[in-house]
């Protein structure tokens, strides 16, 4: 079964840009999960997807938005890049059970590499 | 606020010693406790994970010994190799409560794992 693929595997952009990454999760996983990772600040949660709805956030400004489509796969946006938006962005999905409460073993995929100069 | 704590930052050891990372956490909603490998280029990749209701759990070289009243549980690599050597992180979860607890990985700082010939 083909892992996680998220594309495009890296990305350079200027300030003030906005960028979309994509997310195709494991066959079967309806749950996305996103992640930013950074030397800095190391692995942080963005948000969760479920049935092409948001049910979890994190501590993130509202420049980044996401969404789910209803083959689950996923995309995330971030508008008006900063310079410390430069990041891993990695993706992540799970199982989930018959009431949509996903499992605990997350996915992960080879990431985004984003750098915005 | 950093709820999950991992030390050492980095650990060097010589082919088959056995490296322990340690972590603590804060929060005793967390009721899941993954390990996670990751090599330089790739997304991180689910190791080995515990319950809390479990005090230690093994799967080939890689032990998690998990002590609840301390808040704290470590993972411990047998006979390591130089293939070991990459970066490895805790991370916590709370228990399914409804969506503001989905999807959402708790992750420390990470350990850098050299293993030498």
């Known amino acids: 079964k083909a892992g996680v693929t998220q594309t495009p595997r890296y990305l350079i952009k200027t300030r003030g840009q906005q960028v979309t990454l994509s997310c195709s999760p494991i066959s079967g996983h309806r749950s996305v999960s996103w992640y930013q990772q950074t030397p800095g600040q190391g692995l942080q949660f963005l948000f969760e997807?479920?049935?092409?709805?948001?049910?979890n956030k994190g501590n993130f400004p509202g420049r980044f938005s996401g969404r789910q489509f209803s083959n689950s796969r996923s995309e995330m946006n971030v508008s008006t890049l900063e310079l410390g938006d430069s990041a891993l962005y990695l993706c992540?999905?799970?199982?989930?059970?018959?009431?949509?409460?996903?499992?605990?073993?997350?996915?992960f995929g080879p990431g985004t590499r984003l750098t915005v100069l | 606020q950093q709820q999950v704590k991992q030390s050492p930052q980095s650990l060097i050891v010589q082919k088959g010693g056995i490296p322990i990372i340690n972590c603590a956490y804060e929060n005793t909603a967390f009721d899941y406790f993954p390990w996670y490998q990751q090599f330089p280029g790739k997304g991180p990749a689910l190791l080995i994970a515990?319950?809390?209701?479990?005090s230690e759990k093994k799967e080939g070289r890689f032990t998690i010994s998990f002590n609840k009243s301390a808040k704290q549980f470590s993972l411990h690599i047998m006979d390591s190799q130089p293939g070991d050597s990459a970066t490895y992180f805790c991370?916590?979860?709370?228990?399914?409560?409804?969506?503001?607890?989905?999807?959402?990985?708790?992750f420390g700082q990470g350990t850098i794992l050299t293993v030498h010939p």
């Open positions: 991370a916590a979860k709370r228990r399914n409560a409804g969506g503001t607890s989905y999807g959402k990985l708790t």
């Open positions: 997807y479920f049935s092409e709805t948001q049910r």
């Open positions: 992540a999905s799970s199982l989930t059970g018959t009431g949509g409460e996903p499992y605990n073993e997350q996915f």
């Open positions: 515990i319950r809390p209701d479990v």
